[in-house]
């Protein structure tokens, strides 16, 4: 069974400092690999995927992740963190055959200070 | 494209009441999903339909929840009777080729 681990809960970062969000994930093969935001009272945004090809891949908001087979590893960064940044972020998993499900990680609460 | 279309947003409700909540997907998408957010448990994948059609209703906790997609453009959650630990957020999602699509929720308060 297909699972992903999000080490850390909760993450403080500096407005205008560099975010890097963690993400590990299990699964026979190579995956689909997702990172989701959310906002408080929102729905998830897709931020980016990856698929196949260049493992790193570009999202929106200025946020990359780079998918490292050797690691199970699926990390998410960004430059230069924004106030609106602040959100949880949540990394998913799916399987490349059947259908389309995705498994998710428990979130990882990004806090922004001034 | 007006997105996942989820509806109540917000549900108060007693214990034993039956709550119904809708989902329009995103039309020409050939999946539906069922989640419900906890903080104790995250998101949790309830039931998903492809083509209209249940495929794995697993993650259903028990046998007052019940899920149907009668075309390709509706589904209802259905919770009967309703329990105050199923207070959650039931987001609805749909997509294809592995990528989802959430709407915006519905809270669901059982007092």
């Known amino acids: 069974a297909q699972s992903v681990t999000q080490p850390d809960i909760h993450i403080t970062v500096s407005e205008g400092a560099s975010l890097e969000l963690r993400c590990n994930y299990s699964?026979?093969?190579?995956?689909?690999l997702f990172w989701y935001v959310q906002s408080p009272g929102q729905g998830l945004q897709l931020l980016l995927k990856y698929f196949s090809g260049d493992t790193l891949v570009q999202g929106i908001k200025g946020f990359e992740a780079e998918f490292k087979r050797s690691q199970s590893s699926f990390n998410l960064r960004k430059p230069s963190v924004h106030w609106s940044d602040a959100a949880e972020y949540f990394c998913a998993v799916g399987a490349r055959s059947g259908y389309s499900t995705l498994t998710f990680g428990k979130g990882t609460m990004l806090l922004v200070s001034p | 494209d007006a997105g996942v279309i989820q509806s109540p947003r917000h549900e108060v409700t007693e214990m034993g009441q039956e709550v119904t909540l809708r989902c329009k997907p995103i039309s020409g998408h050939n999946s539906l999903f069922w989640y419900r957010q906890t903080m104790m448990r995250g998101l949790e994948l309830l039931i998903y339909f492809n083509n209209n059609v249940p495929i794995d209703d697993s993650g259903m906790p028990e046998d007052r929840f019940s899920a149907k997609m009668p075309n390709a453009s509706f589904s209802t959650l259905k919770i009967q009777p309703s329990e105050p630990r199923d207070s959650a957020v039931y987001f609805c999602?749909?997509?294809?080729?592995?990528?989802?699509?959430f709407g915006e929720g519905s809270r669901l308060t059982v007092l």
């Open positions: 999602a749909s997509g294809y080729t592995g990528e989802l699509f």
């Open positions: 699964y026979g093969a190579t995956p689909y």
